[in-house]
């Protein structure tokens, strides 16, 4: 149901991903894991569109979103949490949860999103800047839902957080998939992360796909052995 | 005794240059407001920003001339007509000068001073084709002349009316910008355009909206203008500086900052120029604001959140 094909991307001279070819499947969670540097987040963001493609096709249930604008892949399904969050740091946390709401054309934030995340609730009023690294996590999260998406892509949401709420993160996206029978694709560092949320694992380095398994078959010390300096 | 004035002759100068200065304190909030909102929204400083204003004064002399002639049993009405014609006519221009030009400058923040300022000077060379060289002047409705005494102090009601006028312009803004969905994305895109779109805010159209608003807004400062200066094809040149003033100084992005910064210069201006001759009043308010935005380059009101 999402499938890309021959994705290529270039800062300037410099070429970031060379051909990268994956199809996700509905309601799957396919980890990208790769060392600092071999372009996930590239990857995301040519996915997502703040970052345009030079070369390939990225198709939603069939319609190539390569040539759209980001807001318009938004409105075909995809949805983005970056690495980093990027929250909107002086807007509350309901008015950030309330961006994601815009395309919908919906006005109430649905009750799901919060009972996924209580904390949110709790501190509807405050501002997101003002949150901890975690708390603004779960926001970007949120924020991402909203949307009413079919696909969810995620860039290391580990990054920063601490091991019990890694796991929360990991129990709330299953939740998710389970419930709205999602795709998500998340890239990551983190193995014990990805071990117990994917399906199936990518590996990437230097901007190409080395390797790829499924989870049940996958061999932990040879994904290991691929992150490791 | 201070400057050869007792205190008594001093307080009543301070209150009555106090007042005039708030119908200039008018005019550049509602000018600011507009310039404000699409810097902060798109970074664009539009230079054309008084042309679009004086636009709006002279919708507003057109309404009045056509009341006159058709309507004058409606007369004391045409006003509010007349702010409406002028938010409409300047706000189609605005939508249009963005879909036109700016939206092909939006990497350029350069090309767009230049590319405005050129605008306006067609603006200018265009109003004075249609509407001729001269300074035309309105003729106010009776119920907005004369003036209410308040012991040894007059103030004129067509001044305490424009103040009116900006209060609940100002209010509208507000309300529009913290309480709908078109100032939600307004926010959003101002503090992350790249992030906005990716969860699915379609900024070009934030943009347009914007710009257009904004020059609406210039419009109805128009109207306000005619009440109190008169309207001739270059007027807008001379309020264009202080209203940029303004905004520096309140912070681009802070309603409540660009209020206070409106404030401040336009009384000491009005005060200042009771003592001195307008421009050392000039020199004088350059100078604070200069001192001001040193202390506090990053104007008066900034929102504090962890980065
Ligand atoms: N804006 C940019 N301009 C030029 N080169 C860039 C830019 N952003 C990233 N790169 C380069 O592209 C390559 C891939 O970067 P990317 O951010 O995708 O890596 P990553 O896999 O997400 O790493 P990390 O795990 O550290 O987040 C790197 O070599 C990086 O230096
Ligand atoms: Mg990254």
Known sequence: ?229 | MLFGYSFGDLGSILVMQGFAGLILFSVFVLMALGLAIIFGQMGVINMAHGEFMILGAYMTFLCSNLFQTYLPGLFGLYFFVAMAIAFVVAGALGLATEWLLIRHLYARPLDTLLATWGLSLIMQQAFRSIFGAREVGVELPSWMMGSLTFGSIDVQINGLFVMGLTLIITGVVALLMFRSRWGLQVRAVVTNRTMSGAVGIDTRRIDRLTFGLGCGIAGVAGSAFTMIGSTSPSAGQLYIVDTFLVVVFGGAQSLLGTIASAFTISQSQSTLEFFTSGSNAKVTTLLIVIGLLMLRPQGLFVLKVRK
Do not use: W
């Open chain 1, 1 to 229: 149901m999402f499938n890309v094909r021959g994705l290529n991307v270039a800062y300037g001279q410099s070429q970031v991903l060379h051909g990268i070819d994956m199809s996700v499947a509905q309601g799957e969670i396919v980890a990208v894991v790769g060392r600092n540097g071999m372009g996930k987040s590239t990857l995301m963001k040519s996915l997502i569109g703040v970052l345009p493609s030079r070369a390939g096709e990225i198709s939603v249930e069939g319609i190539d979103v390569a040539g759209m604008p980001s807001h318009a892949r938004v409105k075909r399904g995809l949805a983005y949490v970056p690495q980093g969050r990027q929250i909107f740091g002086t807007m509350t946390v309901r008015e950030n949860i309330e961006t994601g709401l815009v395309v919908t054309g919906k006005s109430d934030i649905p009750d799901e999103i919060y009972s996924l995340f209580p904390i949110l609730a709790e501190f509807d009023k405050r501002r997101g800047g003002n949150l901890s690294g975690g708390q603004q996590q779960q926001l970007a999260i949120a924020r991402a839902l909203a949307s009413d998406p079919k696909i969810l892509l995620l860039d290391e949401p580990t990054e920063g957080i601490q091991p019990s709420i890694i796991k929360d993160i990991a129990v709330v996206l299953k939740e998710i998939r389970q419930l709205r029978n999602l795709t998500i694709v998340v890239c990551e560092q983190v193995l014990s992360f990805v071990l117990d949320v994917a399906d199936r694992i990518l590996v990437m380095e230097n901007g190409r796909i080395v390797h790829q398994d499924q989870r049940k078959n996958v061999d932990e010390a040879a994904i290991a052995a691929y992150l490791a300096v």
